[in-house]
């Protein structure tokens, strides 16, 4: 499928790979027009075989209107070649009505995704043609005629479909008066085993779930009396989106008047588990927090590392560490615990941790 780069003032870089860590081979002026091939959301391959953000990309003119008399489906917006996030595009001007093409892909894949456990986040679009508050009211109505199809038509439990809110025009591009097919839209996200509900706000790029896990990668502090220290930790949801957070903060400690460190875990181990009581993302988890050291180690034996998060919805873990020198008694640090990388981030590659 054909794309436009949509950068604002700069040159979209391309990259040997699907990541800000691969070295960049080009750049694409804005505007220019490309091929994605392949995906790793959110980095999608275009045809030349470099890697772009897909952040910046758009639908070329005229993807979205070769069919709007049946509607389309289109790829989405920001995560093209995903199965699971798409735009249900070409509803009529000012209306609401599912297209055959809409009906199609919502009576199958959806629903069958849906039977296995699955959920579905859905999301109503309007074109800038019109005024700004009856578009957010169309928007609506939109998002809605794709939740009564699901529950009358395709036989999906309503508890399964989440959103089935409008933002109107304003996520929409164009001039002022744009009616582009692709922005008559509805937005579907099939969701493996997480609730984007309705009752929080959808924040970031990051699904919401309850569930998480957390790993500590290093840091250390100590010393006699009062004691600073800096500590590193990632954290991911099981839809593999993760972020990297640190901890600076100061206390006081019992023991020899040495300085104690911990590494983290060789790859793949040391993850930990937690749950919280409401919905959350990756990277909604700044606040206070405090660190509790204990025990002998030189190297990798003996010490225990614990480590307690207060923020709403709070969780306290065990997290173990690997080689190290502590000759700490006791010692506890409080500080502000926070993000340490730029946005969470999306794939497999926590895997390396």
């Known amino acids: 499928m054909q794309y436009t780069v949509s950068t604002r003032d700069s040159n979209l870089n391309v990259r040997s790979g699907p990541g800000p860590q691969h070295s960049v081979i080009g750049q694409l002026a804005r505007g220019a027009r490309v091929e994605v091939v392949a995906s790793r959301p959110p980095w999608q391959q275009i045809a030349s075989g470099g890697w772009v953000h897909g952040d910046y990309l758009r639908p070329a003119s005229g993807a979205a209107t070769a069919s709007t008399d049946e509607g389309v489906v289109l790829d989405h917006y920001r995560w093209p070649r995903d199965p699971n996030r798409k735009m249900l595009a070409g509803f009529e001007t000012g209306r609401a009505e599912l297209k055959p093409a809409h009906v199609a892909w919502l009576s199958g894949y959806v629903a069958q995704r849906v039977r296995m456990g699955q959920w579905v986040f859905l999301r109503g679009y309007a074109s800038r043609l019109g005024a ?162 204990s025990g002998v180690q030189i190297g990798p034996v003996g010490g225990n590392f614990f480590f307690k998060l207060w923020v709403p919805g709070a969780f306290e873990v065990d997290l173990p560490t690997g080689s190290g020198f502590s000759l700490t008694l006791y010692q506890v640090e409080m500080g502000i615990f926070d993000a340490a990388s730029e946005g ?6 926590w895997q390396i941790y």
């Open 344 to 349: 969470p981030r999306h794939g497999v590659n």
């Open 132 to 293: 700004g508050g009856a578009n957010q009211e169309l928007s609506v109505r939109r998002a809605n005629a794709v939740r009564e199809f699901l529950i009358n038509r395709a036989g999906v439990s309503g508890s399964r479909i989440t959103g089935s809110g409008g933002i109107g025009e304003s996520w929409s591009r164009g001039s002022e008066h744009d009616n582009s097919a692709e922005w008559r839209a509805v937005e579907v996200i099939v969701t493996n085993g997480v609730i984007q509900g309705p009752e929080v706000p959808i924040t970031g790029d990051s699904p919401l779930s309850r569930q998480f896990y957390i790993k500590y990668l290093g840091g250390g502090g100590g010393g006699p009396g009062f004691v600073l220290g800096v500590y590193g930790f990632i954290i991911r949801n099981p839809d593999n989106w993760y972020i990297k957070y640190g901890l600076g903060g100061g206390g006081g400690s019992i023991g020899a008047p040495l300085p104690s460190f911990g590494n983290g875990l060789p790859p793949g181990q040391g993850w930990v588990s937690f749950r919280t009581t409401a919905l959350r993302t990756v990277d909604s988890f700044q606040g206070h927090a405090s660190v509790r050291q």
